[in-house]
């Protein structure tokens, strides 16, 4: 179901992707938890389908979410962290939060020379 919501994505029918990955975002809550990496891809899935639409808080509010429970889980210097760090940069930048946004791009950057 979330390679089909990602076609959807891809094809910019937002709707059905939306609907499809909430859906999956969901049972993977349920079926997995919360905090288990595929739970957290499919919730990185529909940030990036808000993303795309401009409805940056939305986007937002999972995006920090992932990012947060990664660091938790993963640790700060794991690709996956790294990666919703990034994600939430670009979302940061893309509703106006340029000075946030380099911020959290210079610290992932850090963390991943670091490595």
């Known amino acids: ?9 891809l094809n910019g029918q937002w709707d059905d992707a939306e609907k499809l990955e909430m859906q999956v ?4 809550k349920t ?11 499919s919730m990185a899935n529909l940030a990036s389908t808000l993303w795309k639409q401009g409805r940056w808080d ?7 979410q992932v ?7 993963l640790g700060m210097d794991h690709p996956d962290t790294l990666t919703g760090m990034n994600n939430l940069a670009f979302t940061w930048k893309g509703s106006g939060k340029e000075i946030e946004a380099v911020r959290l791009m210079e610290e992932s950057l850090d963390i991943w020379k670091a490595k």
């Open 31 to 41: 079926k997995l938890g919360v905090d288990h990496p595929s739970t957290l891809t």
């Open 58 to 64: 939305d986007a937002e509010k999972l995006d920090v």
């Open 25 to 28: 975002m969901e049972t993977s």
């Open 67 to 73: 990012m947060e429970t990664r660091k938790t889980k």
């Open 1 to 9: 179901m979330a390679m089909v919501g990602l076609a959807y994505s």
